[in-house]
Nanobody
Framework: VQLQASGGGLVQPGGSLRLSCVAS????????IGWFRQAPGKERAFVSA????????SYADSVKGRFTISRDNDKKTVALQMNSLKPEDTATYYC???????????????????WGKGTQVTVSS
């Protein structure tokens, strides 16, 4: 099972980025996928999640209305569209998978089964 996150970069406040998480080695349609982020000196925190079929999504309050999660199981890809970025969104972003077909809410990081390497997002002028 492998997850690979990409799409990070440097963006000005108010800008947008689109992160992608590509899975290999397993069938994505048995897994919920979550995005988490970790800023320097802080714990890894939940950002967003999407259920196995995409019918259920959840967001941290800090990103609601700005971020949108989506998935394409045929392409084994989960995307996180990030708009209206703020300096406080600066962090390393990770995608993770948990084998479940339940709806998703705020997912604790310690229940995730598999993690990808992170991608750095820096929001700065």
């Amino acid at each position: 099972v492998q997850l690979q996150a990409s799409g990070g970069g440097l963006v000005q406040p108010g800008g947008s980025l689109r992160l992608s998480c590509v899975a290999s080695g397993f069938r994505l349609n048995y897994h919920a996928i979550g995005w988490f982020r970790q800023a320097p000196g802080k714990e890894r925190a939940f950002v967003s999640a999407i259920s196995w079929g995409g019918g259920s999504t959840s967001y941290a309050d800090s990103v609601k209305g700005r971020f949108t999660i989506s998935r394409d199981n045929d392409k084994k890809t989960v995307a996180l569209q990030m708009n209206s970025l703020k300096p406080e969104d600066t962090a390393t972003y990770y995608c993770a998978a948990v084998r479940t077909r339940a709806n998703v809410g705020i997912i604790p990081r310690n229940i995730m089964d598999d993690w990808g390497k992170g991608t750095q997002v820096t929001v700065s002028s």
